[in-house]
């Protein structure tokens, strides 16, 4: 099971983006997509997820300003970042929670991370 990344990058302040993540591989079922970050000299934190029941969890900071859905293409999902603070700086990471063909339990997987900076 591979995760793909894309759609980090350089923004001002009040800006947006949106990232990408497209899992692939032998994959039975998702469980759950999100998307975590990491600032320099901080823990890893949820940003947003989306299980499969469509029921979605939002770290406070980013609620009403940061959209989780699915994609259009299967096992996809994107995260819309709108109104985009310096604080919002980190490297954003793909998490699904996921069972590989052939495979009784769920297991987590990651993406190589994504730069997102928002700076004058």
């Known amino acids: 099971v591979q995760l793909v990344e894309s759609g980090g990058g350089l923004v001002q302040p009040g800006g947006s983006l949106r990232l990408s993540c497209a899992a692939s591989g032998s994959i039975f079922s998702i469980n759950a997509m999100g998307w975590y970050r990491q600032a320099p000299g901080k823990e890893r934190e949820l940003v947003a997820r989306i299980r499969s029941g469509g029921g979605t969890n939002y770290l406070d900071s980013v609620k009403g300003r940061f959209t989780i859905v699915r994609g259009n293409a299967k096992n996809t999902v994107d995260l819309q970042m709108n109104s985009l603070k310096p604080e919002d700086t980190a490297v954003y990471y793909c998490?699904?929670?996921?069972?590989?063909?052939?495979?009784?339990?769920?297991?987590?997987?990651w993406g190589q991370g994504t730069q997102v900076t928002v700076s004058p």
């Open positions: 998490n699904a929670v996921i069972i590989p063909t052939a495979k009784l339990f769920e297991y987590h997987y």
